[in-house]
């Protein structure tokens, strides 16, 4: 219900609630994106069961974390959509809308970070595991295979010249 008192619009509780409730839901959903990120990066990390089930199924995994990403920043600017709707009626200042603007715009940043973080877990294990990638794969699981003597492939390949030379 709203209310005018004078030049200003007053709205009633229920709606200036239920904006708040949707402020809160955004913050949620960022949170929940962010920490969902960081539990999947330790996950497959880790190297064990989890990690080769993720690494079987790569491409899947790779569309279903897209995907759900792209849901939660949906999710968000949704409510964003909401509260716009709810509080459009309120005259705020120019501060208050720079400082929402700029809260929506981390909110979105933040799950986009999320994505990244998780992106990069899955492809930096994934070069890990691969053989060809595994000898100069900065990850620091690498599976790098152990050579005679502790040598790597150039080591070996420079002491056969050697030898040939002599």
């Not at 219900?1 to 200003?8: E, H, L, S, T, V």
């Not at 539990?39 to 993720?54: C, E, L, M, P, Y």
């Not at 501060?95 to 930096?124: E, F, N, P």
């Amino acid at each position: 219900m709203i209310y005018r008192k004078g030049d200003n619009i007053l709205i009633s509780g229920g709606e200036r609630e239920l904006a708040k409730q949707l402020g809160t839901y955004a913050d949620a959903i960022t949170v929940f994106s962010f920490v969902q990120s960081v539990t999947f990066s330790f996950a497959i990390a880790d190297g064990k069961d989890f990690t080769k089930n993720v690494l079987r199924a790569e491409p899947v995994v790779f569309v279903l974390l897209v995907l759900a990403y792209v849901l939660y920043g949906l999710l968000v600017y949704r409510c964003h959509q909401g509260e716009d709707e709810l509080l459009e009626h309120i005259r705020s200042s120019p501060v208050i809308h720079t400082w929402t603007q700029k809260i929506r715009c981390w909110r979105i940043a933040v799950i986009i970070l999320a994505l990244c973080i998780s992106l990069v877990a899955m492809g930096l294990t994934a070069c890990a595991k691969k053989t060809t990638c595994s000898e100069t794969c900065l990850h620091p699981y690498g599976t790098r295979k152990s050579r005679p003597n502790g040598a790597t492939k150039n080591h070996q390949a420079q002491s056969k010249r050697a030898k040939a030379k002599r």
